[in-house]
């Protein structure tokens, strides 16, 4: 005898099969025929019910069954009525569920072609049937209920699903890029501003947002000698600057600082070292969020190559979807086309260019480096957005096959194969019970 079990808003259903002609179900007058309840009822009947208490207890339910285990309702429910029926054979929509239930209960369990037309019928007249139970129920309510599941499960999806995440760190990204921007105008502006003052003391210091600290603690140059020298060398970065700082103080060309423009002055360069304090604080919430949302892409680039390449792909989800070759030239579009057009030379990387590993490769070999290293990050980018279990474990190991490749140059197809070093990660994962091949494997309670 067959049976099959289906779950919606309203619980866990299990019907029995009727007369049906297999063969038949790919005939369009039998699939007409469904939509007929007096006809379909001769095909399948309602065998037994479980109804849920509410909507959050049917929200739990139905999620525990979306993240491959097996609610405790359905086990009661299912040894209940299928595990006293010998030679059954019980028929289910998933085959992550039909998984679940012969090994948990074992029971003979199958996912066969001709059950969806089997299951659409159902969910199109099982008001009908519950109604025939006694239950107060129609149309109306059942799709109502229905609603209200589907969105409960979307907004869940939308909170918690991490390839959306990816928005976040798209305008985190964009929001530093605007900042380096700005940073580097307001130094030119308050360079320009002090240079009339101190001159000299670009030369000397040329970092930006230590020349902006030095500038709001000593205001007047003539106030270096009224601070202690240690203080001095820490503020500047060394004992030599310090020194030089000291002399040029005493020969230095400038003109005098008012007080007025004194103050005007600090009280900007306070305002731009907030600035630096949140592009750092910003920076840190980058690495976080790429190291959630993309593990190995973040290890084999770095964070902030990572994010360039998602900000312009337009996301996680859009970069696993691209090709190597397309990878490595992201961000060298107008170069492309504009090869394409003078029937010139196309360029050999793009975003890419801004990786350690290009830097230190040879001129000769960049080409030949940017290939390897954006044939790694379609890799990456495609683990992980499509990994069950998210680790950083295949990036790294991306990562140290590009380390020997640029140990010895001009023997790139030299050293393990990313196929080699993929399996044997695998295996030692699956060892440790790391690796989860599908959702159908990750049970909670063995």
């Given at each position: 005898?067959?049976?099959?079990?289906?779950e919606?808003?309203?619980?866990?259903?299990?019907?029995?099969?009727?007369?049906?002609?297999?063969?038949?179900?790919?005939?369009?007058?039998?699939?007409?025929?469904?939509?007929n309840?007096n006809?379909?009822?001769?095909?399948?009947?309602?065998?037994?019910?479980?109804?849920?208490?509410?909507?959050?207890?049917?929200?739990?339910?139905?999620?525990?069954?979306r993240e491959g285990?097996l609610?405790?309702?359905?086990?009661?429910?299912?040894?209940?009525?299928?595990?006293?029926?010998?030679?059954?054979?019980?028929?289910?929509e998933e085959?992550?569920?039909?998984?679940?239930?012969?090994?948990?209960?074992?029971?003979k369990?199958?996912?066969?072609?001709?059950?969806?037309?089997?299951?659409?019928?159902i969910?199109l007249?099982?008001a009908?049937?519950?109604?025939?139970?006694?239950?107060?129920?129609?149309?109306v309510?059942?799709?109502r209920?229905?609603?209200?599941?589907?969105?409960?499960f979307?907004?869940?999806?939308?909170?918690?699903d991490e390839?959306?995440?990816?928005?976040?760190?798209?305008?985190?990204?964009?929001?530093?890029?605007?900042?380096?921007?700005?940073l580097?105008?307001?130094a030119?502006?308050?360079?320009?501003?002090?240079?009339?003052?101190?001159?000299?003391?670009?030369?000397?210091?040329t970092?930006n947002?230590?020349?902006?600290?030095?500038?709001?603690?000593?205001?007047?140059?003539?106030?270096?000698?009224?601070?202690?020298?240690e203080?001095?060398?820490e503020?500047?970065?060394?004992?030599e600057?310090?020194?030089?700082?000291?002399?040029?103080?005493?020969?230095?060309?400038?003109n005098?600082?008012s007080?007025?423009?004194?103050?005007?002055i600090?009280?900007?360069?306070?305002?731009?070292?907030?600035?630096f304090?949140?592009?750092?604080?910003?920076?840190?919430?980058?690495?976080?969020?790429?190291?959630?949302?993309?593990?190995?892409?973040?290890?084999?680039?770095g964070?902030?190559?990572?994010?360039?390449?998602?900000?312009?792909?337009?996301?996680?989800?859009?970069?696993?979807?691209?090709?190597?070759?397309?990878?490595?030239?992201?961000?060298?579009?107008?170069?492309?086309?504009?090869?394409?057009?003078?029937?010139?030379?196309?360029?050999?990387?793009?975003?890419?260019?801004?990786?350690?590993?290009?830097?230190?490769?040879?001129t000769?070999?960049?080409?030949?480096?940017?290939?390897?290293?954006?044939?790694?990050?379609?890799?990456?980018?495609r683990l992980?957005?499509?990994?069950?279990?998210?680790?950083?474990?295949?990036?790294s190991?991306?990562?140290?096959?590009?380390?020997?490749?640029?140990?010895?140059p001009?023997?790139?197809?030299?050293?393990?194969?990313?196929?080699?070093?993929?399996?044997?990660l695998?295996?030692?994962?699956?060892?440790?019970?790391?690796?989860?091949?599908?959702?159908?494997?990750?049970?909670k309670?063995?």
């Open positions: 005898m067959t049976y099959y079990l289906t919606n808003a309203l619980g866990f259903f299990l019907f029995k099969q009727g007369t049906l002609d297999e063969t038949s179900l790919t005939e369009t007058k039998v699939l007409k025929e469904f939509q309840f006809a379909f009822k001769k095909v399948v009947s309602l065998e037994a019910s479980h109804l849920f208490h509410g909507h959050n207890v049917a929200w739990e339910t139905l999620y525990e069954v285990s609610p405790a309702a359905l086990t009661t429910f299912l040894k209940k009525h299928m595990a006293v029926k010998k030679n059954a054979n019980l028929i289910v085959k992550n569920l039909a998984v679940l239930i012969a090994q948990k209960l074992k029971l369990v199958s996912v066969p072609e001709y059950a969806i037309e089997i299951f659409r019928g969910r007249h099982i009908k049937f519950v109604s025939g139970t006694g239950e107060n129920f129609d149309e309510r059942v799709s209920a229905n609603l209200g599941i589907g969105h409960a979307a907004r869940h999806c939308i909170q918690f390839k959306r995440q990816d928005k976040p760190i798209i305008n985190a990204h964009s929001l530093l890029e605007l900042m380096d921007k700005n580097n105008i307001f030119m502006r308050i360079k320009e501003s002090y240079g009339w003052h101190f001159p000299e003391l670009t030369k000397l210091i970092d947002e230590t020349y902006i600290k030095f500038v709001s603690r000593i205001g007047n140059k003539e106030n270096v000698n009224r601070i202690p020298f203080e001095l060398s503020l500047v970065g060394g004992d600057i310090a020194n030089d700082i000291v002399e040029r103080v005493k020969s230095s060309t400038g005098t600082l007080e007025v423009d004194q103050e005007s600090i009280n900007f360069c306070n305002y731009v070292l907030g600035h304090d949140f592009k750092r604080e910003l920076q840190t919430y980058l690495l976080s969020e790429m190291e959630k949302v993309a593990p190995n892409l973040t290890a084999l680039l964070e902030t190559v990572g994010a360039k390449l998602l900000t312009h792909a337009g996301g996680l989800n859009n970069l696993s979807k691209l090709p190597a070759s397309t990878i490595q030239i992201l961000g060298a579009e107008k170069a492309l086309f504009r090869a394409l057009k003078k029937k010139g030379n196309t360029p050999k990387y793009g975003l890419l260019y801004n990786s350690t590993f290009i830097g230190r490769a040879d000769g070999e960049k080409g030949k480096v940017s290939r390897m290293l954006s044939n790694k990050c379609a890799m990456a980018a992980d957005c499509f990994l069950v279990k998210p680790t950083d474990k295949f990036g190991k991306f990562k140290d096959l590009m380390e020997e490749k640029l140990v010895t001009g023997e790139f197809e030299a050293g393990r194969k990313n196929i080699e070093m993929m399996e044997e695998v295996e030692e994962m699956t060892r440790d019970g790391e690796y989860v091949e599908d959702l159908g494997k990750r049970v309670d063995q």
